[in-house]
């Protein structure tokens, strides 16, 4: 059976995702994807062009502006739903993790 598109999302679709809160446009994910994760989390660029095609097909963001070759996007209703999916299923790892490794006692290995 095939996996569904975008059942989980990667770091880079995550935050690229979480960058179109606000209006932006490509250049400015590139920059603040590594500024907001301190260098951790990079996008290239083609990368992120590939993925913000692939989210404008699926609704999950919106072009907002056409300047030239500068396009500017925006998250959508669906995009907004499924950040929030991912970030509850990464905050069930997290507890999942702290469960096992923080609280020894209470689970057997």
């Known amino acids: 059976m095939a996996r569904e598109k ?7 679709m995550f935050y690229t995702l979480m960058c179109l809160k606000e209006e932006r446009c490509g250049m400015d994910i590139l920059d603040l994807v590594p500024a ?3 260098g951790r989390v990079n996008v290239g660029s083609g990368t ?4 913000l ?22 998250l959508t209703e669906k995009g907004a739903a499924m950040l ?15 469960k096992i490794f923080l609280q020894e006692d209470s689970y057997e290995r």
Not at 48 to 51: K, M, R, V
Not at 62 to 73: A, C, D, L, Q
Not at 84 to 98: G, H, L, S, T, W
């Open 6 to 12: 975008f059942q989980t999302l990667t770091e880079q």
């Open 36 to 38: 907001v994760t301190g």
């Open 48 to 51: 992120l062009y590939t993925l």
């Open 53 to 74: 095609e692939q989210f404008v097909r699926e609704d999950m963001i919106r072009r907002t502006k056409v300047e030239g070759r500068r396009r500017s996007y925006i």
């Open 84 to 98: 929030e999916k991912e970030y509850r299923r990464i905050q069930a790892q997290a507890e999942d993790y702290r």
